[in-house]
């Protein structure tokens, strides 16, 4: 029997809610499936733990996650803590300590739920937007002179390097490879940013060449945003820098019928340290606390942890699972417009599992 090791961490907000059902889930795919198992450790860190100890997460906390073989991540956010903090304390931390350069947000329309394109059907819109997850905009180089005075200056430096770009792109051929469409688009901005964008077009092309299966296709991040509302069937796999990822990809989740349901995994595609699976819907500190979150981005994003671990049969399970309760309005929550309770949607997709 294989014990998995998963290191859970609520972290803040409605994250602190969905976790706890996760963990539930997946306890019960351990009791249909006779051959696995997982344990669980509960990490306190967050918001409440910054203001006991001044930081989101000890300084070696790294080290008591290392091992594990998957992380189960709520949200990070607070209200009294500065956005900037309370990222770069707990989730960044974890993201670049541990290297997990790709983050992989998949995005469909699941039954019985609604997108805002008005001609849209749910076969046209089934996309995997890989972002990269270590470096661009969101390196952390910069800084800020003169503060308080009029000539205060500030900057934030975007940086790509060749090693980054390369592992990026190549997961993402890889990726496109592996779906049926065999097609994969390369976000850019290269006509503005003209010089890490440049070379990130250059060795898309390059990296192309290793993949003569996989059709490809490049676009500006702007004219992206358009083709994803107007032609959504023309895209499959995308990959984009981190900041124009982590916008195309709300806009995604949105176009899909609800943030509350979209899932995403930071991955170590070397496997040197483990990958952390999360919903993207973050803290929601407006609902927190009244059991009105969505379980659904939480569940999905389990499906990906268990694909991780190779447990493709169960994964397959639980995706089955979770679209039989969506299909049925009576489990849809506030988000989507119904007012089914957080609780409800586990009980129903616990017992779909179970049947
Ligand atoms: C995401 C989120 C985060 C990000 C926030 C919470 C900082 O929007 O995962 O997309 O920008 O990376
Ligand atoms: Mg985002």
Redesign the pocket.
């Known amino acids: 029997m294989k014990i998995y090791q998963i290191a859970s961490i609520p972290g803040d907000g409605i994250g602190k809610e969905v976790i706890p059902e996760g963990e539930k889930v997946l306890q019960v795919i351990a009791e249909i499936n006779q051959g696995i198992g997982f344990q669980f450790e509960r990490f306190d860190w967050g918001g409440d733990y910054y203001r006991k100890h001044g930081v989101m997460m000890p300084e070696n906390g790294l080290d008591a996650i290392r091992h594990k073989d998957a992380i189960l991540f709520g949200?990070?956010?607070d209200p009294n803590i500065p956005?900037h903090i309370t990222?770069w304390g707990l989730?960044?931390k974890i993201c670049q300590g541990f290297d997990q350069y790709a983050?992989v947000r998949p995005t469909r329309i699941l039954p019985g739920i609604e997108t805002p394109l008005r001609h849209c059907t749910r076969d046209q819109l089934n996309w995997v937007i890989v972002?990269e997850n270590s470096e661009g905009e969101?390196a952390g180089l910069g800084g800020r002179a003169h503060q308080g005075h009029p000539i205060e200056v500030a900057s934030d430096m975007s940086i790509l390097t060749r090693v980054g770009v390369e592992r990026i792109q190549r997961f993402a051929f890889q990726l496109a490879r592996s779906r049926p469409r065999k097609h994969l688009t390369v976000i850019t901005k290269s006509n503005a940013q003209r010089h890490g964008m440049v070379m990130w077009d250059e060795i898309a092309w390059q990296v192309s060449k290793e993949f003569p299966d996989v059709t490809w296709d490049k676009e500006l991040v702007d004219a992206a945003t358009a083709r994803m509302v107007n032609r959504p069937e023309s895209l499959d796999t995308v990959v984009a820098t981190?900041?124009h990822a982590?916008v195309l990809?709300?806009l995604a989740a949105a176009l899909a019928g609800s943030l509350g349901i979209a899932p995403?995994g930071n991955i170590d595609p070397e496997r040197r340290y483990p990958s952390m699976f999360?919903p993207?819907h973050?803290s929601a500190f407006d609902i927190m606390g009244k059991g009105l979150a969505n379980p659904i981005g939480t569940f999905w994003s389990i499906v990906m942890l268990l694909e991780h671990l190779g447990e493709t049969s169960s994964a397959q399970q639980l995706m089955k699972a979770i679209e039989l309760v969506t299909a049925n309005p009576k489990f849809h929550t506030r988000d989507l417009g119904g007012d089914a309770m957080m609780s409800d949607v586990t009980a129903a997709v616990c017992t779909a599992l179970k049947k």
């Open positions: 949200s990070a956010g956005d990222l989730r960044l983050n972002r969101y981190n900041l982590d990809s709300d995403t999360e993207i973050g």
